[in-house]
């Protein structure tokens, strides 16, 4: 069964840090490049990161350069989005799926991040 779950949605005021985890099952999860999107209230959903199969290669979106960081460790079949000097335009819903930069594949179930003083 092809499963994508993830973790780490929090509420955190400005400025501060989570980082999102996703744990993948079910696939050749070395072989898939990896993406993270977002989708805010009322909004479309947005590609945020993006990671080659190897990990060599990233790209954010321009809005998150320099404050998201995408990684992955194929060993334990792990995607990570560390995410630091958060602001209420980062509010909400986070999942990753399996693509280069759109949803080609599974799909996470998704994880709330809330920022707000």
């Known amino acids: 069964q092809v499963q994508l779950v993830e973790s780490g949605g929090d509420w955190v005021q400005p400025g501060g840090s989570l980082k999102l985890s996703c744990v993948a099952s079910g696939f050749d999860f070395s072989s898939s490049p990896m993406t993270w999107f977002r989708q805010a209230p009322g909004k479309e959903t947005e590609y945020v990161s993006f990671?080659?199969?190897?990990?060599?290669?990233?790209r954010h979106h321009p809005s998150v350069e320099g404050r998201f960081t995408v990684s992955r460790d194929n060993e334990k079949n792990m995607l990570y989005l560390q995410m630091d000097d958060l602001k209420p335009d980062d509010t909400a819903v986070y999942f990753c799926?399996?693509?280069?930069?759109?949803?080609?594949?599974?799909r996470s179930q998704g994880t709330q991040v809330t920022v707000s003083a």
């Open positions: 799926a399996v693509g280069a930069g759109k949803i080609e594949g599974a």
């Open positions: 990671i080659s199969r190897a990990g060599s290669i990233t």
